[in-house]
């Protein structure tokens, strides 16, 4: 027992002995933050401009411009084509306030998705100061992007894939301006078809309002032949070249 109790009195000894210690180390340091918060920044700030040159010296990347279109040529998905076992495809990319509402529709694996999360990849690459995967890029000061992709839905929430989708697009129409970029992949899959046809008219409609720059790949057809006329709306549709080769293996 007496053991016991000397190995607990030491041991509480130790814990106040560390703490006085590292008390002391804090006082010698406070006077000093300013200084080391300072190094720390310049570290980081060095660390991202390293990284940044690494990635140009490995990859085929372009400096991007500022002006008032976004404009990109052959421009290509920064994670997608190194993880990829064959060539990229790449896409041309081009948007004002006059095509500022772009539909983009396809078949299944035709890249709408792909197509979508490049435009927003490159954009932020472009405004943290990197160079971007593409022969020319050139991008406007935008304050927000905004984002809809996948289906998730969530049991521990109770929320279901159509619930998920409409809080999302609800905090984007209440968010949006004309100084953002929006992202909206397949939004109207968590429900029926005649149903997520009139949500994504409906939401379509108030985005083109917003005046915000919107890339929205859907497989509703109805809905790039509804909004095709409408000011500032653009369709675009990804094509699919079947190879013999291709085939061969399916």
């Keep these: 027992m007496k053991r016991n109790q000397k190995i607990n009195v030491s041991h509480q000894e130790v814990i106040l002995m560390s703490d006085q210690a590292v008390e002391t180390l804090i006082d010698g340091v406070r006077s000093h933050m300013s200084v080391m918060f300072k190094i720390c920044e310049a570290i980081a700030m060095l660390d991202m401009i390293g990284a940044f040159a690494q990635l140009v010296t490995v990859n085929n990347y372009t400096q991007p411009q500022l002006t008032d279109t976004l404009a990109i040529d052959a421009g290509r998905h920064p994670i997608k084509e190194k993880i990829m076992q064959t060539k990229f495809v790449p896409n041309d990319v081009y948007a004002t306030q006059q095509t500022r509402f772009q539909i983009i529709t396809g078949c299944n694996m035709s890249g709408k998705s792909t197509y979508v999360r490049s435009v927003a990849l490159m954009t932020i690459m472009a405004q ?123």
């Design 128 to 250: 943290i100061g990197s160079y971007v995967p593409a022969n020319y890029a050139s991008f406007p000061i935008l304050h927000q992007l905004f984002a809809r992709l996948g289906m998730d839905d969530n049991i521990e929430t109770n929320v279901s894939t159509f619930s998920a989708e409409m809080r999302d697009i609800a905090f984007i129409l209440r968010n949006v301006d004309r100084h953002s970029l929006v992202i909206i992949d397949e939004l109207g899959r968590g429900t029926s078809t005649r149903d997520g046809l009139a949500i994504a008219l409906a939401i379509a409609e108030a985005l083109v309002s917003s005046r915000a720059l919107v890339w929205f790949a859907t497989h509703f057809k109805d809905l790039a032949t509804i909004m095709g006329e409408r000011a500032g709306v653009q369709n675009l549709h990804l094509a699919v070249q079947v190879s013999s080769i291709l085939t061969e293996r399916v």
